[in-house]
């Protein structure tokens, strides 16, 4: 069964109503204008149309009388306001609220009123969000977000669960979709998309963005900020994997763990569809622990955090040992040359490139520096014999030049340390 948001996108294009031909031919533009303003917001018989294009027939006689005396056009430009008043007459109860609704998207009151069809009320339902709507038009204007909550309070003691979350969710449309085809912009920039499953993928990311923005809810201000923030970043585990993988892939804001790096050069890695697919799966897994640590941790919960699975033992049943060590290659490529160009600013500052050729002493650097990285965080992952040893034997092989700057730097320390001792 299809929820309101999916059936409701579709009401804007089926609803799209023009002025009769007829009317259009018997009446002046101004008042032709004046017409549309309303079709264009509500399909009006052309019964009604012609009752409009009367009343303001009227209305210019009125004005022009009103010119006649010397009265300013500023003074009756309003005469020609449509609002309830004006329409009250010639408009049924569901097209006053239709053109109501219309004229403000954002009463969630109106909204139910307008799909009250589509969300199965009950004409006692009807009847009292009604009463409540016209109250609401009695009273002076408040801040946006109060009368939001206002109605948010009356909507859930007159709906069901499913209803009233709708409702919300709807309130919610233009900002849905356009998060929706920012993504979906950005998957088929990517060539992610599965072909034939476009629709299916589609909807996916369509309805999560429905939930939620529905359930976040920051235009009533539903949760204090300490708490929104918290409840947008649980939210992201609703993420459908296409849409983590998007991010990823185009460094969007996304949770920093190896698998998303893992995932980020699927490219280089010829990773199939099964390993990405798993590794997606592991990831979500993985920040679900966090972030659920991290809710315990701020309801006060004393019980120990649950602890994290290995993130390296889990890629290394994914990926191939091939693709392990490329993956760190490609992970701490940067990182190595950045502390090679450190490497090369503190040999130079010490005088020892003067006689180096430096096209070749960087990649030896740089190199240097990988190999070291790489050891380094293995070991930090799996703390074995076999991985201390890595690091050491890393260590041992370091380029001669870099043995030269840490002996200078040795000796720099010791007499560093011999002023301090006599200055004591």
Request: charged share 30%; hydrophobic share 35%; no cysteine.
């Amino acid at each position: 069964m299809k929820t309101l948001f999916q059936i409701l996108l579709l009401v804007p294009i089926l609803n799209v109503a023009q002025v009769s031909p007829n009317v259009s031919k018997r009446y002046p533009a101004h008042i032709i204008y004046k017409i549309d303003e309303v079709t264009s917001k509500v399909n009006l018989s052309e019964d009604k149309q012609i009752k409009i294009a009367k009343k303001f027939i009227k209305t210019d006689s009125i004005v022009n009388a009103g010119l006649a005396a010397g009265i300013t056009a500023d003074q009756l430009k309003n005469d020609y306001t449509i609002d309830k008043t004006f329409l009250k007459n010639i408009l049924s109860i569901e097209e006053m609220e239709q053109y109501a609704y219309e004229m403000d998207k954002d009463n969630r009151f109106l909204i139910a009123l307008k799909f009250a069809p589509e969300l199965k009320l009950e004409s006692t339902q009807i009847s009292k969000i009604r009463q409540l709507n016209d109250s609401l038009e009695n009273t002076p204007k408040k801040a946006a977000k109060v009368t939001l909550q206002f109605e948010n309070r009356k909507l859930s003691t007159i709906l069901n669960q499913n209803q009233y979350s709708q409702i919300i969710n709807f309130s919610y449309t233009d900002e849905s979709i356009a998060e929706t085809k920012s993504d979906w912009a950005r998957i088929e920039k990517l060539k992610i998309n599965i072909p034939g499953k476009e629709q299916e993928e589609y909807q996916q990311i369509k309805d999560y963005h429905f939930n939620k923005n529905g359930y976040l809810d920051k235009k009533a201000e539903r949760f204090e900020k300490k708490k929104q923030d918290f409840l947008s970043l649980k939210s992201t585990l609703m993420e459908p994997p296409i849409l983590i993988r998007a991010k990823i892939l185009s460094d969007q804001k996304h949770a920093n763990n190896k698998y998303a790096s893992v995932v980020k050069f699927e490219k280089e890695l010829d990773l199939t569809k099964n390993q990405i697919d798993t590794l997606l799966a592991k990831y979500i897994a993985f920040e679900k622990i966090i972030i659920e640590n991290k809710e315990n941790d701020l309801k006060g919960s004393l019980s120990p955090p649950k602890p994290l699975p290995s993130e390296f033992d889990n890629i290394t049943q994914i990926i191939t040992p091939e693709q392990f060590n490329k993956w760190l290659t490609l992970k701490n490529k940067n990182e190595a040359v950045k502390k090679a160009n450190q490497s090369l600013s503190a040999l130079e500052s010490e005088g020892l490139t003067k006689n180096a050729d430096i096209q070749k002493l960087m990649p030896e650097l740089a190199t240097y520096h990988l190999k070291l990285l790489i050891a380094l965080e293995k070991n930090k992952n799996w703390k074995t014999s076999e991985t201390r040893f890595l690091v050491r034997d890393v260590e041992q092989k370091k380029p001669e030049i870099l043995v030269q700057l840490d002996a200078i730097k040795r000796s720099k320390a010791k007499n560093e340390n011999a002023k301090n001792a006599l200055a004591w």
